[in-house]
C-alpha cells in the first residue's frame, strides 16, 4: 500500500507550482495516509492572502467510507457522502494535489 507522507514534521508542504499560490499544505501524520484508499484537508493559500481549504478524496476512498457507514448508520446509512468543498482526484501524492489545485484556479473555483 502506497502511502502520501509528510516532508516536513507531520507536515506535506508543496513548493507552489504557479505564482497564484503562496502555498499547499495538510497535516498528514507521523504515518502518512492511505494514498490508494485515503482523504486529506488541504489548506491553500492564495498569493492575495486568502485561504481556501478543501478535502481532497480518492474514488476509493468515497466507496470505503459509504460502505463504513451503511454497517454504523452514519450518513443516512451511506445514503450519500457530501461536502462543498471535495475534491476528488485519482490518487493522493503531491504531482495530483498540484494538478487539481491548478486546474481549480484555471476555472475560477479557487480565487
Not at 60 to 74: I, S, Y
Not at 104 to 111: A, S, V
Amino acid at each position: 500500500m502506497a502511502r502520501l507522507l509528510a516532508n516536513e514534521g507531520f507536515l506535506l508542504r508543496l513548493t507552489p507550482a504557479d505564482d497564484r499560490i503562496h502555498s499547499v499544505e495538510a497535516i498528514v501524520g507521523i504515518d502518512g495516509v492511505d494514498a490508494e484508499d485515503g482523504n486529506i484537508d488541504v489548506a491553500i493559500t492564495l498569493a492575495n492572502g486568502v485561504v481556501h481549504q478543501r478535502v481532497f478524496m480518492t474514488p476509493k476512498n468515497a466507496a470505503t467510507l459509504l460502505e463504513r457507514w451503511r454497517m454504523t448508520g452514519e450518513a443516512h446509512s451511506g445514503a450519500y457522502l457530501a461536502g462543498a468543498d471535495l475534491v476528488f482526484i485519482p490518487y493522493l501524492s503531491a504531482d495530483h494535489i498540484q494538478s487539481a489545485v491548478l486546474a481549480l484556479l484555471d476555472e475560477g473555483k479557487l480565487i
